[in-house]
C-alpha cells in the first residue's frame, strides 16, 4: 500500500516548468554553463617606474604595485606560468621628463620601450601591449597636444596630436611591442597609426583600438598610479564619450574597425556591459573589455571591508564580461584569476 503523501493536496503546486531541476548539483550545472572563463581571456596591465628592483604600492589600488623593469620582467615569467597570453604597460613618468608636448614618449629608451626589449629578450612568446596616448608624459596630464587660449581655455589639437601619436607608436613598435593600443580617442589615429606600421614594415603588429572609450570616473585610481591626476587640467569629455551614449560608441568601433583596427576594447567594463554586447552583435569582432582601475579598486575596497566575498566578486565580475560578448578583459585581476582557474 502506498504511504499516503505527506503533501496534502491542497499544497502541491502544479507547476509545469522547473528550471531548478538544472540547477540541483554541481555536475548540472556544469553541463548547461553557457559561458567560461579561461586565462586565455586574460591580459594583465602592469605600472612601471624607474629604478631597480622596486616595487612601490599604488595606494588606491591595494595588490597593485608600480614596478621597476626587473621586477616587471619578474611578473612577466609569472604570466607565463600562469598561460596569461599578454600582459599590458603603463609607465609612471618622473615629474621631471613630464613636458606640454609629452617628448619622453617618443624616447627610444623611455620605460615602456625598457620593459619591451627586456621581456621580449626573455620571454619572446609573450604577447606585449602597449598604451598609446601621452597623458603619461604630458605635464597637462591630457591625452592629446593642448592649445591655451589667453583666456586659460584649452583645446585639444586633433590632427597635431595624431603625429604625435604615430611616432610613440613607432618607438613602441621598434622595442618589441606585438600590439597597440591607442587609448587616446583623436579621431582618425587608426588609420594613420596603420599606415606608419605598414610603411616601416610592421605588417603583424596588431591594434587593439580603445574604441569606445568614455570620460569616465572610474580611472581615479589610474590617474593616481601614474602622477597623472594632480596636473590635470579640466577634464577629457572633449575627446572621450559621454556615458549617456551607445549608438555613438557603433559609430566608433565601425570607424576603427574600417581603419584597420584588428581588435577594439570598450572601457570602463562592468558599467558599459550593454555596449560590449551591441558591439559584438553588430561587429562580430574581437572585441575586448578593460575592466578599470576604480572597477578593480570598489571590489578590493569592498572585500578588505568584508563586505563582499572579494574572490566571488572577482569571478563574477570577469564570467559577466563573457557573457556580454568580450572575447577577453583587461584586468589588474588577471594574475589572482589566473592563479583560480589553474588551482580549479
Ligand atoms: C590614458 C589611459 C587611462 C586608462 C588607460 N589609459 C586613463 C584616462 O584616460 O584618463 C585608465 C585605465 C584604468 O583606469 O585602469 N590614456
Given at each position: 500500500?502506498?504511504?499516503?503523501?505527506?503533501?496534502?493536496?491542497?499544497?502541491?503546486?502544479?507547476?509545469?516548468?522547473?528550471?531548478?531541476?538544472?540547477?540541483?548539483?554541481?555536475?548540472?550545472?556544469?553541463?548547461?554553463?553557457?559561458?567560461?572563463?579561461?586565462?586565455?581571456?586574460?591580459?594583465?596591465?602592469?605600472?612601471?617606474?624607474?629604478?631597480?628592483?622596486?616595487?612601490?604600492?599604488?595606494?588606491?589600488m591595494p595588490g597593485?604595485?608600480?614596478?621597476?623593469?626587473?621586477?616587471?620582467?619578474?611578473?612577466?615569467?609569472?604570466?607565463?606560468?600562469?598561460?596569461?597570453?599578454?600582459?599590458?604597460?603603463?609607465?609612471?613618468?618622473?615629474?621631471?621628463?613630464?613636458?606640454?608636448?609629452?617628448?619622453?614618449?617618443?624616447?627610444?629608451?623611455?620605460?615602456?620601450?625598457?620593459?619591451?626589449?627586456?621581456?621580449?629578450?626573455?620571454?619572446?612568446?609573450?604577447?606585449?601591449?602597449?598604451?598609446?596616448a601621452l597623458d603619461p608624459y604630458t605635464s597637462h596630464g591630457h591625452d592629446g597636444l593642448v592649445h591655451e587660449h589667453e583666456s586659460g581655455d584649452i583645446r585639444i589639437l586633433n590632427d597635431e596630436t595624431v603625429k604625435a601619436l604615430v611616432r610613440q607608436s613607432l618607438n613602441q613598435a621598434r622595442a618589441g611591442a606585438d600590439v597597440i593600443a591607442p587609448s587616446d580617442m583623436m579621431d582618425g589615429r587608426v588609420g594613420a597609426i596603420r599606415e606608419a606600421l605598414d610603411a616601416e614594415g610592421f605588417l603583424d603588429v596588431q591594434i587593439l583600438a580603445y574604441a569606445a572609450k568614455y570620460a569616465s570616473a572610474f580611472y581615479g585610481p589610474f590617474r593616481d598610479a601614474l602622477g597623472s591626476a594632480g596636473a590635470l587640467k579640466g577634464d577629457k569629455r572633449t575627446y572621450q564619450m559621454d556615458p549617456a551614449n551607445s549608438d555613438e560608441a557603433l559609430r566608433e568601433v565601425e570607424l576603427d574597425l574600417d581603419e584597420g583596427a584588428d581588435m577594439v576594447m570598450i572601457k570602463p567594463g562592468m558599467p558599459y556591459l550593454d555596449v560590449i554586447r551591441r558591439v559584438k552583435d553588430e561587429f562580430g569582432a574581437p572585441t575586448f573589455a578593460y575592466q578599470v582601475s576604480?572597477?578593480?579598486?570598489?571590489?578590493?575596497?569592498?572585500?578588505?571591508?568584508?563586505?563582499?566575498?572579494?574572490?566571488?566578486?572577482?569571478?563574477?565580475?570577469?564570467?559577466?564580461?563573457?557573457?556580454?560578448?568580450?572575447?577577453?578583459?583587461?584586468?589588474?585581476?588577471a594574475p589572482r584569476a589566473a592563479e583560480k582557474l589553474t588551482a580549479a
Open positions: 500500500m502506498n504511504k499516503p503523501s505527506r503533501i496534502s493536496e491542497a499544497h502541491r503546486l502544479d507547476i509545469a516548468h522547473r528550471p531548478r531541476r538544472n540547477r540541483k548539483a554541481e555536475w548540472a550545472r556544469r553541463l548547461v554553463s553557457e559561458h567560461v572563463l579561461t586565462t586565455s581571456d586574460l591580459i594583465w596591465p602592469l605600472f612601471l617606474i624607474e629604478g631597480k628592483a622596486k616595487r612601490v604600492p599604488v595606494a588606491a597593485v604595485d608600480r614596478l621597476s623593469v626587473d621586477e616587471a620582467v619578474r611578473e612577466a615569467e609569472r604570466a607565463v606560468k600562469l598561460d596569461i597570453p599578454a600582459i599590458a604597460f603603463f609607465p609612471y613618468t618622473e615629474p621631471h621628463l613630464k613636458d606640454e608636448h609629452g617628448s619622453e614618449a617618443f624616447n627610444e629608451s623611455n620605460l615602456v620601450c625598457k620593459a619591451c626589449r627586456a621581456i621580449k629578450r626573455e620571454f619572446p612568446a609573450l604577447g606585449l601591449v602597449t598604451d598609446v576604480g572597477e578593480y579598486s570598489m571590489i578590493m575596497a569592498a572585500a578588505e571591508r568584508g563586505w563582499i566575498d572579494g574572490d566571488k566578486a572577482m569571478m563574477e565580475s570577469l564570467i559577466a564580461f563573457k557573457r556580454a560578448g568580450a572575447d577577453g578583459v583587461l584586468t589588474y585581476f
